[in-house]
């Protein structure tokens, strides 16, 4: 699932209720972890189905998901009250391809929106969160979620798909180790072809019963099979590892994902990843050696050492394929790091994946690269639910 279009974030609040959010927003975002934890409980208190068969229970222990929904309404509001806040586009972008991802639907929104509200209430008081003040928040919801509901109603449309239609029974048709903590799951089924970079959300039912999700970037695909790489990490992960076996099923749901290369320059490629965010590296360069690319490409990898570099031996592959490509390898265990400056080429079109402080530290060591020396374009996806905020 996929379009070219970004979303519509062109909205305004009333000039009533842009003063009240503008007055409140500090309030919000100072109780923010609060309103998140409580808004969750409430929620699924009320609705335990969305805790076992559609929100991923790690992300929920860590607070990662509840970090992510809370921030994005309060990212969305500031940009609502703030003439010089950034456009959340990218974010609203990530979101949409995120609940396409694991069948959201339109009727699911006002759920979120009573407990959310119920959640501020709840935090801030009934004095402070008056009804005016409801009423003022209560439309920055429904612009942010409407922005939301269209963009991924054209998602689903791309696929030609039913909205919320998209969990694919798969048979797992290859199981390969790549490493101690990495394996490679053939996934084949009525499923769509993926854009190289795009991911898929797998299913499996864990033994109390609970049918839980976890997003893996497809390294190689069609629309017959994706292959996907799967680190032990996680109970989804080491379900797959430990109990799923060539011949038995999960579901898959059809691909979904905006961090895909831009095949309309002819700039350099360089895929710069760490640990298991090689894998949508991996997807991209696969893609680029199939279809005979003459672009220049260079890979970048920093993992701990060689033998926890799972994807070392697909990655030659491809380059082989590709002809004119480079990898370049940075292992922490002896003692060696990515400098942005010295490896990454002038007017580059640069993609991202790692972990958090990756990213961040990388991001930055980009933007310090100036005139000619910087890239065309920075892309990035880091392997969590609020990967819009690194």
Avoid at 89 to 107: C, F, N, P, Q, Y
Avoid at 205 to 219: E, H, P, T
Avoid at 266 to 286: H, Q, W, Y
Avoid at 338 to 357: N, Q, R, S, W
């Amino acid at each position: 699932m996929h379009v070219s279009d970004q979303p519509t974030t062109r909205a305004h609040l009333t000039p009533e209720h842009e003063e009240i959010v503008s007055a409140t927003l500090p309030a919000v975002g100072e109780n923010i972890g609060t309103i998140a934890e409580t808004f969750y409980h409430r929620m699924f208190s009320a609705h335990p189905e969305l805790l076992r068969d559609t929100f991923n229970r790690g992300n929920q222990h860590s607070g990662a998901q509840q970090k992510a929904l809370a921030a994005s309404v309060a990212t969305f509001a500031t940009m609502l009250v703030d003439p010089e806040a950034p456009d959340p586009v990218t974010m609203l972008s990530r979101i949409a391809h995120k609940h396409v991802s694991v069948g959201i639907v339109e009727d699911q929104y006002p759920i979120v929106r009573k407990h959310l509200f119920d959640a501020i209430r709840e935090v801030l008081g009934a004095d402070t969160f008056t009804a005016e003040v409801e009423e003022a928040w209560d439309e920055v919801y429904w612009l942010m979620a409407r922005v939301l509901i269209d963009h991924e109603s054209a998602l689903y449309s791309s696929d030609g798909v039913t909205p919320g239609e998209v969990f694919r029974e798969v048979t797992v048709t290859g199981v390969e180790k790549l490493s101690e903590t990495v394996s490679a799951f053939e996934l084949s089924g009525e499923l769509s072809s993926p854009l190289p970079g795009q991911y898929t959300s797998v299913g499996v039912v864990l033994d109390d019963g609970a049918r839980q999700l976890r997003q893996y970037s497809i390294i190689d695909g069609d629309a017959g099979h994706y292959r996907i790489a799967v680190e032990r990490d996680g109970e989804v992960s080491q379900h797959l590892q430990d109990h799923v076996a060539v011949g038995d099923t999960v579901q898959a749901t059809l691909a979904a994902g905006d961090l895909t290369l831009d095949e309309s320059t002819e700039a350099p490629v360089v895929l710069i990843s760490s640990g298991i965010g090689s894998t949508p590296m991996v997807g991209i360069l696969t893609h680029l050696a199939r279809t005979g690319s003459d672009r220049q490409v260079l890979v970048l990898h920093a993992d701990d050492s060689r033998e926890t570099h799972a994807q070392y031996g697909q990655t030659r592959a491809a380059l082989e394929q590709l002809g004119h490509g480079e990898l370049r390898t940075f292992y922490r265990d002896a003692g060696e790091r990515i400098d942005v400056a010295a490896e990454v080429p002038a007017g580059a079109d640069v993609y991202l994946c790692g972990g958090t402080g990756f990213l961040q530290s990388l991001r930055a060591a980009l933007a310090e690269l100036q005139g000619e020396a910087a890239p065309v374009a920075v892309h990035f996806e880091l392997f969590s639910p609020n990967d819009w905020l690194a």
